[in-house]
């Protein structure tokens, strides 16, 4: 009797002390890299103004496609939005210059010294539209904790290190099998929905310069039309944080790999580099249209 | 160890008698196979891989782990230890000359051995239909990875195992001790969305562990720490439903 109270005894013991073990071990801080980049998303997109430098590259087996890089300057308060990009292409390259001020968009070509304004009717119904659910703390809550249960294990993924002063860093690789098959199809689907999408490829639909007055079609980036065994390869984050909780630099990358119509095999790489500064410091640039040649364009044609 | 064996033996023997287990064994095999049409559609249809073959049989034993594999396993523990108390066959086992801790541990031994076999079982027939696919050239490629996913989700199973046998002594007939299992995997697996803080302590989060094992990398310290939970949470179980049955009147 003695022996069985014993034994009794002692597995208890050594499993809970397993369990204490398994608590000391952090489990409990399982995520914590995941909870440290949500709270700095939050912070992030709760700034009120910003300046970003950006660069997004496209690149396929290795060669550079498309790069668009440039600066955006955004305020939510005053409503008003400034930057410019340079879209390359191979050889072709593009400057454009936009703002948004006083609810009227703004373009401006490199080449050329016309600004074509639009004017937005409708602002007041947008801005209507756009004030449902998400700004609903309740409606936040539920979401959040809805991506947290789908996100589940990957939590695990998400590593966090320390730097100096605060600062954090978070990295997340996930590859072949890691990805959730549901996001893969879904994933691959809408990326292969989107190299095949119609205006990518057709010229007649390209070479309509009076929208924002830029001449696209000098910039087709030959993407390939992947149409089979499109396949999400690997999806890897990268995330510096201050000691504010604002996302100071962030890299997102996306490697997909499949066979375009004549059965050659692509890997392309979809990669977005970020970086933030002037955090709740930043005017967006205005422009003084008086005095220089400008086109009015319709703001409905913008939406299309 | 002789007699824990032999009785571990006598309790796989009275398992594998059941034709239901050898039906069930059957579903096992056929289930992997029944994925490869859904597989083929979106390949031919719709062109994107979804599953490539080197990653089938890991999404197949993702499904397993999630509910399959765990229903089985309920399946076989109500089976072993309610259905046994209530019709009054445990009478047999226990009028041998072998001590109660030691038949408790082989009916767990038992089921462990038919868990692990499952595994086996799915994987060949996993791996088998990857070789199906479209693109079985590179199915042989992850396969090394896929057989450590497969022998590191045999650690929550187990667990698992330990929890519905636990749940199983308090049941004399099998069906209720089933319900009750699948009813509290079910509120355990929803507590999740509504707690997702407090479940990282619940072992039935873990279910699919086996995902951290792949992709090279390894996360030693969180492996470290959900070795420690599973195992700690299993011997827990274990012994305090040793404890149980010890000091049950059958």
Redesign the interface.
């Known amino acids: 009797m003695k022996k069985?109270l014993a034994?009794?005894g002692a597995?208890?013991t050594?499993?809970?002390?397993?369990?204490?073990?398994?608590?000391f071990?952090?489990?409990?801080g399982?995520?914590g890299g995941y909870e440290a980049y949500k709270t700095a998303v939050k912070t992030t997109t709760a700034a009120s103004n910003a300046t970003q430098h950006y660069v997004l590259s496209v690149k396929d087996n290795g060669q550079e496609l498309l790069n668009v890089n440039g600066t955006l300057k955004e305020s939510k308060a005053a409503r008003g939005v400034s930057g410019n990009a340079e879209i390359a292409t191979g050889a072709a390259s593009e400057q454009l210059e936009f703002y948004h001020q006083d609810g009227t968009t703004i373009f401006k070509s490199g080449s050329s010294d016309t600004y074509n304004v639009a004017t937005e009717t409708d602002e007041s119904n947008r801005a209507e539209g756009h004030d449902w659910g998400p700004e609903d703390p309740a409606v936040q809550q539920g979401l959040e904790?809805?991506v947290?249960?789908l996100v589940?294990?990957l939590k695990?993924?998400v590593?966090l290190s320390g730097g100096t002063g605060g600062a954090q860093a978070v990295d997340m690789?996930?590859?072949?099998?890691?990805i959730p098959?549901t996001f893969?199809?879904i994933g691959?689907?809408v990326v292969?929905e989107a190299l095949n999408a119609e205006n990518l490829h057709q010229d007649s639909g390209m070479k309509d310069t009076g929208v924002v007055g830029i001449d696209l079609s000098r910039l087709d980036a030959k993407l390939p039309r992947?149409?089979?065994?499109?396949?999400i390869d690997e999806v890897s984050l990268h995330a510096e944080i201050d000691a504010n909780h604002f996302i100071v630099h962030q890299i997102v990358e996306l490697a997909v790999?499949?066979k375009d119509e004549a059965g050659a095999a692509h890997r392309l790489t979809v990669s977005a580099d970020i970086d933030t500064w002037d955090v709740n410091a930043t005017t967006p640039d205005t422009v003084d249209l008086a005095g220089k040649k400008t086109n009015k364009i319709e703001a409905d044609k913008l939406q299309d | 160890m002789e007699l824990l064996k032999r009785t571990t033996v006598n309790e796989l023997a009275k398992l594998y008698a059941r034709k239901k287990t050898i039906w069930l064994l059957a579903v096992a095999l056929i289930l992997p196979f029944a994925g490869l049409p859904a597989v083929r559609q979106l390949q031919d249809g719709l062109g994107v891989a979804g599953v490539a073959s080197d990653q089938y049989a890991v999404t197949i034993l993702n499904v397993m782990t999630l509910f399959v594999l765990p229903l089985l396993i309920f399946m076989t523990a109500s089976d072993m230890v309610s259905g046994e108390i209530g019709d009054k066959t445990i009478r047999s086992v226990l009028s041998r000359p072998v001590n109660r801790s030691k038949i408790y541990a082989a009916k767990l031994f038992a089921l462990f051995v038919h868990t692990a076999g499952l595994l086996l079982l799915v994987f060949v027939a996993s791996e088998a239909a990857a070789f199906m696919l479209p693109d079985a050239g590179k199915a042989a490629g992850g396969l090394a990875e896929t057989a450590v996913a497969y022998a590191a989700s045999a650690l929550p199973l187990f667990v698992l195992c330990t929890a519905a046998a636990w749940v199983a002594l308090g049941f004399k007939n099998a069906s209720g001790a089933l319900t009750v299992c699948i009813l509290l995997y079910a509120a355990a697996k929803g507590l999740a969305l509504v707690f997702p803080d407090y479940m990282v302590f619940s072992p039935v989060t873990y279910m699919n562990w086996h995902q951290l094992w792949l992709g090279g990398s390894l996360p030693a310290g969180r492996l470290f720490a959900i070795f420690s939970l599973l195992l700690g949470c299993g011997m827990v179980f274990y012994t305090t439903g040793y404890y149980v049955f010890d000091k049950k009147e059958v």
């Not at chain 1, 050594?14 to 608590?23: E, K, M, Q, R």
């Not at chain 1, 071990?25 to 409990?28: K, L, P, Q, S, T």
Request: proline content about 0%; charged content about 15%; glycine content about 14%.
């Open positions: 069985k034994m009794v597995g208890l050594i499993g809970s002390a397993l369990l204490v073990t398994s608590a071990a952090d489990i409990g399982a995520g904790k809805l947290d249960a589940g294990n695990n993924n590593n690789t996930l590859k072949g099998s890691q098959a893969n199809v691959s689907l292969k992947l149409t089979q065994d499109v396949n790999t499949g």
